[in-house]
T-cell receptor
Framework: NAGVMQNPRHLVRRRGQEARLRCSPM?????VYWYRQLPEEGLKFMVY????????ESGMPKERFSAEFPKEGPSILRIQQVVRGDSAAYFC?????????????FGQGTRLTVV | AQTVTQSQPEMSVQEAETVTLSCTYD???????LFWYKQPPSRQMILVIR??????QNATENRFSVNFQKAAKSFSLKISDSQLGDTAMYFC???????????FGAGTTVTVRA
């Protein structure tokens, strides 16, 4: 059973370009979470999705960021018109159910560098 | 909102010795879960140990054990017989009640010296 797969592992974008980060959850998992880790900091929650639904996006910046988890295919975190401050590691986690009585499994993250 | 505090940015320990990492949290929830995650230089987030708040017994996982003090809202991690492979950043995390997300502390960098 493959783990949570994120790609690409490293992504370099120029200011103003778009970044698309992909996350394939573990088999059988229908709950996906995105976190952002700035240098020397802990992970900060961004958004929680189930298939075709955004459940909680309270950690997402109001502009330029969006996320989706379609019925088929991976979850996508999209950042439009990237700025230097978007440079960070973005982690995806998945779980078989939602809520705290489960375990979230993390991918290896995508390191986004904006130049 | 839940807050998780790790007051030790860095810790250093000699190989084979013991190191304890501190973590405190703030919550009004009664039912919640606490976690310690390890992040080695590869950046992979690895679950080290998990504690259910309703269990009084402290969780243990091989060389890793916790001291869970619910009334004090404290959740420390003890690494015994430290190994070079334990060198990593360690994050304390909280997941409470019907919340959908983990709340992480800022992390403690542990360096094991040969």
């Amino acid at each position: 059973n493959a783990g949570v797969m994120q790609n690409p592992r490293h992504l370099v974008r120029r200011r103003g370009q778009e970044a698309r980060l992909r996350c394939s959850p573990m088999k059988g998992h229908s709950h996906v979470y995105w976190y952002r880790q700035l240098p020397e900091e802990g992970l900060k929650f961004m958004v929680y999705l189930q298939k075709e639904n955004i459940i909680d996006e309270s950690g997402m910046p109001k502009e330029r960021f969006s996320a989706e988890f379609p019925k088929e295919g991976p979850s996508i975190l999209r950042i439009q018109q990237v700025v230097r401050g978007d440079s960070a590691a973005y982690f995806c986690a998945s779980s078989p159910t939602g809520g705290s009585n489960t375990e979230a499994f993390f991918g290896q993250g995508t390191r986004l560098t904006v130049v | 909102a839940q807050t998780v505090t790790q007051s030790q940015p860095e810790m250093s320990v000699q190989e084979a010795e013991t190191v304890t990492l501190s973590c405190t949290y703030d919550t009004s929830e009664n039912n919640y879960y606490l976690f310690w995650y390890k992040q080695p230089p590869s950046r992979q987030m690895i679950l080290v140990i998990r504690q259910e708040a309703y269990k009084q017994q402290n969780a243990t996982e091989n060389r890793f054990s916790v001291n869970f003090q619910k009334a004090a809202k404290s959740f420390s991690l003890k690494i015994s017989d430290s190994q070079l492979g334990d060198t990593a950043m360690y994050f304390c995390a909280f997941w409470g009640g019907n919340d959908y997300k983990l709340s992480f502390g800022a992390g403690t960098t542990v360096t094991v010296r040969a």
